[in-house]
């Protein structure tokens, strides 16, 4: 089945063709980025304008790079929650007019396992996709989670924080040291001309039990030492280094740390801050250590995008899941809630 996928949770607008024989047919993301820089933050409102704005020609954009009519689609899957709540109306809203007007059925994604999935949305010539059970890590700009995936569609919450998301402390950290917003991937770039080992930080809750996480606790510290150093460009680069390594080993322990507690030797990761070179090697590392293997997806889909939305939404429309016709978005929504996908 040929599947539109349509992701509006937050302040990217994406949009992708998934097809079940033939694997991603076509995929476009727009970036409200510009829009939202000049505020140092999503502003929800504008959100909502420009998904209205921006989301029927990248419908129309990546049919025509799939090649296909609107009546060529089986499905419509669109992102449900969480997420901001008039952002995601437009998605949903969008999705089941279009799906009512081909008579098609339409499904609601939950966002975490649009990204969960998101390893899984592209074959490893060399190792396959990666198979439940496994561990996926979720690090996004709102989710730090650890979770057991017992089949696709059983999920249970292993680890997750207690207050930032790791994405969000990457951007918190780069805006308090004078980067434009959003400043997670310019940090991520700083920290390449910074030298290792010249700030430590702690690496956050690593020292007892547990799969939990915390990093606003690491913002400050990485704020006293900015504040107490030259603030020249080495220093900043420096200081990045510090902290990304702080987070990408903290990241590294705890994963770690479940694959023993789930006796797994699988992980996969997704989310925006899958896509840090720096974390990429060092989870990498440890697989190669332990015998086990990582999956992440390509960058571009680590980030929010259209086509881990279409995937997940074709996964379920496959074993016969679907929405009825009304239109319900869900903002807050526990990954644990949901139904297990079987196909027979
Ligand atoms: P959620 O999925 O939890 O609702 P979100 O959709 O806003 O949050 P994503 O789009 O998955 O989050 O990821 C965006 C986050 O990823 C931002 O916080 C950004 O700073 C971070 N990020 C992106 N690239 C990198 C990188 N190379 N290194 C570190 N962080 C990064
Ligand atoms: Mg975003
Ligand atoms: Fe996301």
Same mark, same amino acid.
């Given at each position: ?15 992708? @063709? ?29 959100? =909502? ?5 921006? #989301? ?28 901001? @709540? ?11 007019? #279009? ?77 308090? !040291? ?26 956050? !809750? ?40 702080? @987070? ?30 720096? #974390? ?14 990582? =999956? ?49």
């Amino acid at each position: 089945v040929k599947v539109l996928g349509i992701e509006t949770s937050c302040d990217e607008t994406g949009v992708a @063709v998934y097809d079940t024989a033939a694997g991603l047919r076509a995929h476009a993301v727009y970036s409200q980025i510009e829009l939202h820089a000049q505020y140092g933050g999503v502003v929800p409102e504008l959100a =909502s304008r420009d998904h209205v704005r921006k #989301l029927l020609p990248l419908i129309r954009q990546t049919l025509a790079e799939a090649g296909l009519e609107t009546a060529g689609i089986d499905g419509v899957a669109y992102t449900a929650g969480p997420g901001l @709540v008039g952002a995601l109306l437009v998605g949903a809203g969008v999705a089941r007019a #279009l799906a009512w007007a081909l008579d098609v059925p339409a499904i609601g994604v939950h966002h975490m396992e649009g990204h969960l999935l998101a390893p899984l949305l592209e074959d490893d010539p060399a190792r396959g996709r990666p198979e439940p059970p496994f561990v996926a890590l979720l690090v996004s700009g709102g989710h730090t989670q650890l979770v057991h995936v017992a089949a696709i569609g059983r999920y249970r919450l292993l680890g997750e924080t207690l207050d930032d998301a790791a994405g969000e402390a990457f951007d918190k950290t780069a805006k308090l !040291m004078g980067l434009p917003y959003p400043g997670g991937p310019q940090l991520a770039a700083l920290a390449e001309r910074g030298r290792p080992g010249a700030f430590r930080f702690a690496r956050p !809750m690593t020292d007892r039990p547990g799969l939990d996480f915390s990093f606003s606790g690491l913002k400050t510290q990485v704020l006293l030492a900015w504040q107490g150093s030259d603030r020249g460009e080495q220093t900043r680069a420096d200081i990045a280094r510090g902290f990304e390594d702080a @987070v990408v080993e903290t990241l590294a322990i705890k994963c770690e740390r479940a694959l023993d507690a789930a006796g797994c030797e699988t992980l996969v990761v997704a989310g925006g801050v899958g896509a840090n070179k720096r #974390l990429r090697a060092r989870l990498e590392d440890m697989a190669h250590r332990r015998g086990g293997r990582v =999956s992440f997806p390509r960058p571009a889909f680590c980030t929010d995008n259209g086509a881990m939305i279409a995937f997940a939404g074709a996964l379920r429309l496959q074993a016969g899941q679907h929405d009825t016709a009304a239109v319900r978005v869900t903002p807050r929504w526990d990954m644990a809630s949901l139904a297990p996908v079987t196909s027979e």
